[in-house]
């Protein structure tokens, strides 16, 4: 079973920046969609940005122009670039990945915490 591993969070000041990572155990084929997802206390998880194998991105309206998810196939990582953190994209984020075909798959991660804070 591949397992997908989130690293980057942390605590971070109003206005800065973190990447984050998300690295496979094992390359996954047929890749449809990888995205970033992120649940904060007291709420539902919510889709934070994703990109399809046709070169297609998506991205929450909060997070428009400042955040930018990205992957290294060669490392089998999606990464999610954030910049101009705010107090409200404070969450834990999550790794997501589905393939196509028969059967389709869905894998996520465990999560990464994000904390901005001054």
């Known amino acids: 079973q591949v397992q997908l591993v989130e690293s980057g969070g942390g605590v971070v000041q109003p206005g800065g920046s973190l990447r984050l990572s998300c690295a496979a155990s094992?390359?996954?084929?047929?890749?449809?969609?990888m995205a970033w997802y992120r649940q904060a206390p007291g709420k539902e998880r919510e889709l934070v940005a994703s990109?399809?194998?046709?070169?297609?991105?998506n991205y929450a309206d909060s997070v428009k122009g400042r955040f930018t998810i990205s992957g290294d196939n060669a490392k089998n990582t999606v990464y999610l670039q954030m910049n101009s953190l705010k107090a409200e994209d404070t969450a834990t984020y999550f790794c997501?990945?589905?393939?196509?075909?028969?059967?389709?798959?869905?894998?996520w991660g465990k999560g990464t915490l994000v904390a901005v804070s001054s």
């Open positions: 997501y990945v589905a393939t196509r075909g028969f059967p389709a798959m869905n894998y």
């Open positions: 094992a390359t996954i084929l047929n890749i449809n969609t």
């Open positions: 990109s399809t194998s046709g070169g297609r991105t």
